[in-house]
């Protein structure tokens, strides 16, 4: 006969709520605010971080245009009219040189009038760095020479071409891209605000001002926007100064697209403002422009952001498609459109590709706007 | 169902009368009435003016009077096919416009119909092979079609015809049948050229109408009553054509609304680039010259096709779907 199995009994103090104890992990997940869980989905959306990276270094080149352009906007360099991008290179003859590209001998096709360049086996033109260049103004302010890169002495340095007046189109795309890339932020700005004091006005107070509201955006919507857009910009006086008509051009393109935003604003406040708190701010006596901002707005503010970030292109496309036709932006302001507006001639085209360049930038950003504004929009509701 | 389509109706005369107060502002916007522009232009170029042809058209048009007056001058004056003067070409509108705004219906109708045929077989299939090789090469390349803008899209295809084949593939038709009446021959030739800028055109439409279908598709196929088919032993494509394919189908008709502002703005800047006799160019160039009472009859027109467009998709939407046509019955 085997002895009686002993009872076992746990010496360890018993404590009963060690079942409902939270892991750290899980701690940290239940006390985070909503923004940091945000910023967590966000980061699970591989495409849309690596578009984030992409919007700000663009971004991020704006502030230091003059220094990363190896010429100016505007120097002419009449000798390499139609310059094709120059190769950089590292090894001269097998032996290494260290980055450098090869000098560009010219011949006038007599047959075909066609520029033709080759490449000067023997002139080997160093890159130099951190040097001195063209003299600028940075921002306006005080004048500078130094460049993140330029030409060696007497030679040239054409990364991507050079246009009709023998400009660098790599410092000219650097240039423009602070015109385009800005344009789209400010029209923005004027669409979101316009999007949701209107949007508020008809989602809060509804009646006859949200069917005015309704009305206007579903008349808004079934226009065609471009050619509104040209309508109102050819509209623009011609005697204004290239700064004018740039917020003139903002103002337009922001007028024409806040009927999206605003119509999910009232969506989302018609539903919101019969939430309990909602009513109990209004009995304790606060004004209506205070619950909107201070307890409805916060509630789908990272739907909102998220929606800018998708109408963001459209606006760099609608600036690109004006100044394109020559309705928009005029040189001297150079933006990506205005670039691409000298490859409306399709036969210097074809001789010179690179003219067509311009548009790259325009793709890339407008599909990076895309993807980050789709990773926020799946981020922006962490609570699914 | 008759009540619901005269309200829509009206609906759309309202929408059209808002419309023409927004562009009769535009017209009147540039600085000056359109004389003192056309006299000025007149003089640099050491012209003289006609007093009484001034006289003529300032009566004509009721320049003296209010500004509230000339626009009823102007919307009377549209509604008995009377869209004012054009400065430039020296003719009345009407004269000027000629056979474009066919050209132009022709173009947007053709797009209309080459996105449903293109997306209609790709966005089933995506949906089907959900997360399949193909599935990601298709949303690849409909972000890609999304994101390039049609006028670019239109410069790589002349920057294209033009190095492989050394032509232009610009315009509608045949240099010869330009200013030909219309024949066969004609009529076939346009549609020999046509494709180009419908493909253009209708490319980020594509891509996105791709999206939608998808999505919908995707969302109907994982509802119940598809599994309990498929438990029940239906076979896969008779599942698929039953009910999920029917119902993701209402935003072909319902997104009409959105789709045709996107397509004819698509093609005002296409044709701008491939010079395609149709309103676009003219359009442009009426602009560049602030020449605006053409700009404002093509931006009468434009408007006035996706307003018509939206309507007919109402009524077919409410052809097609009970729920919407019940719905305007008991609103009455």
Known sequence: ?????????????????????LTPEQERYYLASQWKMMWWRFKKHKLAVIAGIVLFLSYSTIFLTEILAPYNLHSRNSDFIYAPPQSIRFFHNGQFEGPFVYGLKYRLN?????????????????????????????????????????????????ILGTDRLGRDMASRLLYGGRISLTIGLIGITISFLLGISIGGLAGYFGGWIDNVVQRVIEILRSLPELPLWMALSAALPANWSPIWIY?????????????????????????????????????????????????????????????????????????????????????????????????????????????????????????????????????????? | MISYFVRRAGIMALTMLAISVLVFIIIQLPPGDYLTTYIEELRSQGETVDPNKIAYLRAQYGLDRPLTEQYFVWLWGMLHW????????????????????????????????????????????????????????????????????NFLLALILLYLANIIFGTSIGGLMDPKFINQPWSWAKALSVLEHLWVPVVVIGTSGTAGMIRRLRANLLDELQKQYVITGRAKGLSELKLL??????????????????LLPQIVSGAVIVSAVMSLPTTGPML??????????????????????TVVGMFVSDVLLAILDPRIRLEGGVRR
């Open chain 1, 1 to 21: 006969m085997s002895k009686p199995l002993q009872h076992y009994i746990s010496s360890a103090p018993f404590n009963p709520v060690d079942d409902e104890a």
């Open chain 1, 110 to 158: 007599m047959d075909t009038l066609k520029r033709e360049y080759t490449d000067d086996l023997t002139k080997v033109e160093k890159i130099r760095f951190f040097c001195s260049g063209d003299s600028y103004k940075f921002w306006g302010m005080f004048r500078a020479n130094v460049h993140l890169v330029c030409p060696s002495k007497n030679g040239t340095l054409f």
């Open chain 1, 247 to 384: 917020f003139g051009i903002t103002i337009i393109l922001g007028l024409l697209d806040w009927p999206g935003l605003a119509r999910a604003v009232r969506s989302k406040l018609l539903a919101l403002r019969e939430e309990d708190y909602a009513v109990a701010a209004r009995l304790m006596g606060a004004r209506p422009s205070h619950i909107i901002a201070r307890h409805l707005l916060p509630n789908f503010m990272s739907h909102l952001i998220a929606s800018a970030t998708l109408s963001v292109p459209a606006m760099i496309l609608g600036e690109t498609a004006l100044s394109f036709l020559g309705l928009g932006l005029r040189p001297p302001v150079t933006s990506w459109g205005v670039l691409l507006a000298e490859a409306q001639n399709i036969e210097a085209v074809a001789l010179y590709p690179w003219l067509l360049l311009p548009m790259l930038p325009v793709i890339v950003t407008v599909l990076a706007f895309n993807f980050l504004g789709d990773g926020l929009r799946d981020a922006a509701d962490p609570y699914h």
């Open chain 2, 82 to 149: 009377d869209f004012g003067y054009s400065f430039e070409f020296d003719l009345p509108v009407s004269d000027v416009v000629g056979n474009r705004l066919w050209l132009s219906m022709v173009l947007n109708f053709t797009t209309v119909i080459f996105v449903y045929v293109i997306s209609f077989p790709i966005g089933v299939y995506s949906a089907t092979h959900q997360y399949s090789w193909s599935d990601h090469g298709i949303t690849l390349l409909g972000f890609l079609g999304l994101a390039t803008p």
């Open chain 2, 241 to 258: 054509l039953k009910y999920p394919l029917r119902l993701s189908l209402n935003p072909f008709i319902a997104d009409i609304g959105s």
């Open chain 2, 284 to 305: 442009l160039s009426a602009l560049q010259s602030q020449d605006m009472y053409l700009a404002g009859s093509f931006l009468m027109f434009l408007a006035l096709l």
